[in-house]
């Protein structure tokens, strides 16, 4: 048994992310968060999507899963229904999460998987170089968008939110000791769990940096945030000027969706793995 | 040329029920299949419905023979007509020896339409019948039951019983009101039109989804995912049923490419993981069946067919998708295509579909169609207890981490390691990868990981089911078919060949990919002349064959218009050949 360290994660690779980038920060905190939880080497996998986030993969060695663009989160369902012992955690990006996979968002937050959904949200699609997001603003001109984006921006706390998400939190990519504790808590939390981290770009994205968000941000607990209250969450999420961090939203009282199912009371499925199936008992129905 | 006509010296029932949508018509047949199974014989039950609740029109017939029953047939020895112009889509079907029992609470055929019917027609008040003996109209179609079953000259005790099995989850007080309404029809006739020989035989009575989902069982299945779709749902009705008695999760899910990630997820995690759905549903999962085979996950899938293109005829066959599932999945994404027809294949295709994913480490396709899958079939019982191997994983690995899930092996299989298990950490990659996972764009690698899936291909072909011959070695024609349509073929061939003639020998194929050459090849070298019948408009079997083998089929028999193959028809074509 061994627990993960800086030495263990450590990949052959180096990370390909632009100076600057958010994604060092988060990377680095989601290492740290690992680390001070000891997580097994063996019972820890990472599912990451595609896009920059999801260029992790390569920078970690761990049991991961680098899948499809916006399918992410249900490939993490599945692992965690077969062995629910696994802690599982899911790198995604605004486009990812919010735009392509938005239904399986809904579906991990509604269903309360116990996952960990770490959302890298530059509101850019900058791995193809920099084109609209579900997270930007309206109007935005970018090279998809020449004649300004029509749509309202999305609010991902607010429909994890309604979604029945059981842990809300945002993060920003630049305070890291409180993204190591949100990383923490959510990988702690036996349900569903959603850590958006405002993430700078400084490649695609050089309107929203480091000053932008200066004059936005403020953390939830200097305000004296009750994250248990629902409709306080909720308020908080939708206010418009500014752009709160910390833990929105937690059930205390949240049961995960393997532990509701019968099967999985006593083991987990893969221990329950059969060496020998007997078609005799449902047979006498179909004769 | 002698003329071949269906051997008459074969007994053979083909009865009939014609209703609304709603009139539990569906029912009705099934209850004469299953009372069939009861006595020994063999039955097939077929249904035509369309894609809706209420109303419209609905068939279910059933074939029944003491010896095998493998297809409808058309020509009807019975036929019930619940709705007031049910007979008319079956004027084709009915000759002067039909027994016709029309529902007169539906109101009256005319006078005019009645010279269009060929057979005498008995009125009957199969309504009133069920108002009056069970007080609820709505067991018309038990009425039914009942009066099929003195016709047919089933032992009423077995009919009792067979609605008691049926309703052995339901309260007595909705049994008893059924079983007057059985004895009200059995008792409204008189006269037995054939008398049953019971045979002395135990059988099971399966529609081809339900086979499906008992060779998941039998092959270890612990995880299905899926999203309703006709008419691959069935499979995830029967295994849903099924998650308390056997070590399973079936998972219904936001959408069929959430359904097929689950699956991929799961099977990561290393219990065996299946899904299923039909083309649109199939159509949606592609980009994930390309990642099931570039991260050479295991994964079985239930392709069940019908008429498309698009929404099509969502309730009716075609084998139609033949070349969308070889194609299925972009870049050059590795598979195996298994096409069972009978019921007996259907169940042990399915169990060899999951040895097959987890021995090879891809994506296995069960590939069928409404005929075979929505259809009830007859089953002998065969061993009951299956033994599912030890999921095979890699042994003795190097505690720094640096175990290769991708090695480049001989045989193109590479070890495999499961998360929670220790130091086999790795990265499986919907890039292309090097040996421990990560992404590379190198092109020797990028090149030899692609030869690797390839050869799994080569290595795993000696263990694929080959073509089958049926019927004698030799023949003057040779007929090609794959998946449902062999059911149509052997019901059939007893009637080709009547008297001992060597007439027609049919080549049967249960799986088309990776394209079993060498077994086909061997097969077809002695034929003297070929032909092929297939459920599409492009002949898609034909010009794979072409394609692969270089072979030239002459003579093709081809239906696209959602309505399985008959007897009849092949009889008639055999003719003109």
């Not at chain 2, 998972?251 to 069929?256: F, G, L, R, S, V």
């Not at chain 2, 005929?371 to 007859?378: I, Q, R, V």
């Not at chain 2, 130091?423 to 030869?451: C, F, I, P, R, V």
Request: neutral net charge; aromatic residues 8%.
């Amino acid at each position: 048994m061994s627990c993960h360290t800086l030495q263990s994660l450590a990949s052959p690779i180096a990370p390909t992310w632009c100076p600057g980038c958010g994604d060092f920060l988060i990377f680095n905190s989601l290492r740290k968060a690992i680390i001070d939880l000891q997580l097994e080497e063996k019972d820890t996998v990472i599912v990451y999507g595609i896009g920059c986030s999801g260029n992790m993969a390569d920078f970690n060695r761990v049991y991961g899963f680098h899948g499809l663009h916006g399918r992410g989160l249900p490939v993490a369902m599945g692992i965690k229904l077969a062995n629910h012992k696994l802690k599982v955690i899911m790198i995604g990006g605004d486009g990812d999460v919010y735009g392509e996979g938005l239904q399986h968002l809904i579906t991990a937050a509604r269903g309360n998987h116990d996952l960990t959904l770490i959302v890298h949200n530059n509101s850019r699609y900058s791995l193809t170089t920099g084109q609209t997001s579900p997270t930007s603003k309206k109007g935005l001109k970018t090279k998809s968008t020449p004649l300004g984006a029509i749509e309202e921006p999305l609010n991902p706390l607010a429909v994890a939110l309604v979604s029945k998400a059981t842990f809300v939190a945002r993060g920003y990519s630049v305070q890291v000791p409180q993204m190591v504790e949100l990383f923490k808590q959510a990988i702690l939390h036996p349900g569903f769990a959603m850590v958006d981290v405002l993430q700078l770009c400084p490649t695609f994205n050089q309107e929203m940096n480091h000053p932008w968000y200066a004059q936005r941000i403020c953390t939830l607990d200097q305000t004296n945030h009750n994250p248990q209250d629902f409709g306080q969450a909720l308020s908080k999420a939708l206010e418009p000027e500014k752009l709160a961090t910390g833990i929105f939203y937690q059930d205390k009282t949240s049961v995960a969706h393997h532990a509701q199912l019968p099967q999985l009371q006593q083991a987990s499925l893969i221990e329950q793995r059969p060496t020998q199936v007997n078609l005799q008992p449902i047979i006498n129905s179909f004769s | 040329m002698t003329e071949i006509k269906a051997d008459s010296s074969i007994q053979t029932i083909n009865w009939k029920i014609t209703g609304v949508a709603g009139e539990g018509v569906m029912l009705s047949s099934k209850l004469v299949g299953k009372a069939f199974i009861r006595h020994g014989w063999a039955s097939f039950t077929y249904f035509e419905y369309p894609s809706l609740i209420k109303g419209g029109h609905q068939t279910g017939q059933v074939l029944a023979r003491p010896t095998t029953a493998l297809n409808q047939k058309k020509t009807l020895d019975i036929l019930l007509v619940l709705d007031k112009t049910g007979w008319q889509n079956h004027l084709d079907e009915i000759d002067e020896h039909t027994v016709l029992i029309f529902n007169q609470d539906a109101g009256q055929i005319a006078i005019e339409d009645q010279a269009k019917i060929k057979s005498k027609i008995q009125n009957l008040a199969m309504l009133t019948l069920a108002q009056q003996a069970s007080g609820r109209p709505n067991n018309m179609n038990i009425v039914a039951f009942g009066v099929s079953s003195k016709l047919l000259g089933l032992n009423q005790t077995i009919c009792q019983q067979v609605l008691k099995d049926e309703f052995a989850d339901k309260d007595v007080k909705i049994l008893e009101p059924i079983l007057k309404a059985f004895d009200a029809g059995y008792q409204a006739i008189t006269t037995v039109v054939t008398p049953i020989t019971p045979v002395a035989r135990k059988q099971l009575m399966l529609t081809g989804n339900e086979a499906v989902g008992f060779g998941a069982l039998a092959g270890g299945v612990q995880f299905y995912s899926a999203y309703p779709m006709t008419p691959a749902t069935g499979v995830m009705i029967f295994l849903a049923e099924q998650q308390q008695k056997y070590p399973l999760i079936v998972k219904h899910a936001e959408d069929e490419i959430g359904a097929i990630s689950h699956a991929i997820g799961a099977s990561y995690a290393g219990v065996r993981a299946m899904t299923g759905s039909s083309g649109g549903g199939l159509a949606l999962m592609s980009e994930n069946v390309s990642l099931a085979s570039i991260t050479e996950t295991p994964l079985v899938i239930l392709a069940a067919s019908r008429v498309g293109p698009a929404t099509g005829l969502p309730t009716w066959t075609a084998q139609a998708d033949l070349d969308f599932i070889i194609g299925l999945g972009h870049g050059e994404t590795q598979k195996i295509i298994l096409t069972p027809g009978t019921v007996s294949e259907h169940y042990q295709l399915t169990k060899q579909a999951f040895d097959l994913a987890e021995k090879y480490q891809l994506p296995v396709f069960v590939l069928s169609d409404k005929h075979a899958l929505e259809s009830y079939h007859t089953l002998e019982i065969t061993e009951p207890i299956t033994q599912i191997s030890k999921l095979n994983m890699a042994e003795n690995l190097p505690e720094d981490n640096s175990f290769l899930r991708y090695q480049l092996t001989e045989s193109g299989v590479s070890p495999r390691s499961i998360p929670g298990q220790n130091h086999g950490l790795h990265l499986a990659n919907s890039y292309e990868h090097d040996l421990w996972g990560y992404a590379t764009e190198e092109a020797d690698m990028t090149a030899k990981q692609a030869e690797k899936r390839e050869k799994k291909l080569t290595t795993l072909a000696a263990e694929l089911p080959q073509p089958k011959l049926l019927g004698p070695q030799q023949a003057e024609i040779s007929i090609i078919c794959w998946g449902s349509t062999v059911l149509a073929l052997q019901d059939t061939l007893a009637d080709l060949n009547q008297g001992g003639i060597n007439k027609v020998n049919v080549i049967h194929f249960p799986c088309v990919w990776p394209f079993p050459t060498k077994g086909f090849t061997q097969l077809v070298s002695n034929a003297k002349k070929l032909a092929i019948i297939e459920g599409n408009m492009t002949g898609q079997l034909q010009q794979l064959i072409m394609r692969k083998t270089g072979i030239k089929i002459d003579h093709q028999y081809r239906r696209y218009d959602g309505r399985p193959f008959y007897s009849e028809d092949i009889i008639a074509w055999i003719n003109q050949l």
